[in-house]
């Protein structure tokens, strides 16, 4: 219920400190970090860690201003291994895992870019894990969303993944590849601020929509 007010408020905006018991909490995992960038723009060479903490500063906002408590696995630009001796990769995911599990996580989401060989394959994919109806739920909203930017060139469907993000809780959980930072032109748009936004409020209207389903 307290979805349906927030929305119909207008989004009207709570502090962001309190915590809501009667609201859901959603934690934003903004992929990679630290010394681990992940991907980087064709064009602009932008590190793929930069724009996946972007979005999931403005998708934090978005659920914010609905009222819903949110947790960042990470706020800056740090990764999450402590230090960068062998098996930092594991030990930043077991970190995030962790974190997942302390706040009692009713959603995650996991931001990230995706690069391709084939430099016209572009527009966002959503993973979830094959076993979770909810996440396919979750993974079948947010990827409509996504679908309908007016950006998207090919509406595709939502995909099984195999990953450790996917894994971490019994919650819906879900990997968003935002867009393909081999495909220059979608490189120039992840890069930009007005798009970053667009795209985090499609995965914010997925998630309530979700919610809104399922609660
Ligand atoms: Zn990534």
Not at 37 to 46: C, D, F, P, R, S
Not at 66 to 80: D, I, K, Q, S, W
Not at 157 to 177: F, H, N, R, W
Not at 186 to 215: P, T
């Amino acid at each position: 219920m307290g979805i349906c007010i927030g929305i119909c408020a207008g989004f009207a905006v709570k502090q962001a400190s309190a915590v809501n018991p009667n609201m859901p909490t959603v934690v934003i995992d903004a992929g990679h970090g630290g010394i681990d960038n992940g991907v980087q723009g064709i064009g602009t060479k932008t590190d793929e860690a930069d724009i996946n903490l972007a979005i999931a500063r403005f998708l934090k906002g978005q659920f914010n201003a609905a009222g819903f408590n949110c947790v960042m696995t990470r706020t800056n630009e740090a990764g999450l291994y402590g230090d960068t001796s062998k098996g930092f990769k594991m030990r930043d995911m077991k970190k995030r895992k962790e974190i997942i599990e302390n706040c009692n996580a009713d959603m995650v989401i996991s931001v990230h870019q995706n690069f391709c060989p084939l430099p016209s394959k572009r527009g966002g994919i959503v993973f979830f894990e094959k076993s979770s109806a909810a996440s396919g739920a979750l993974a079948n909203k947010i990827q409509s969303e996504l679908n309908a930017l007016p950006q998207c060139k090919k509406p595709t469907g939502a995909m099984y993944g195999d990953y450790y993000m996917l894994k971490c809780t019994q919650s819906p959980s879900v990997i968003v590849e935002c867009g393909f930072l081999s495909n220059a032109e979608e490189d120039k748009l992840l890069n930009d601020e007005s798009y970053q936004r667009a795209v985090a409020y499609a995965i914010f209207k997925g998630a309530v929509s979700f919610f809104a389903q399922n609660n």
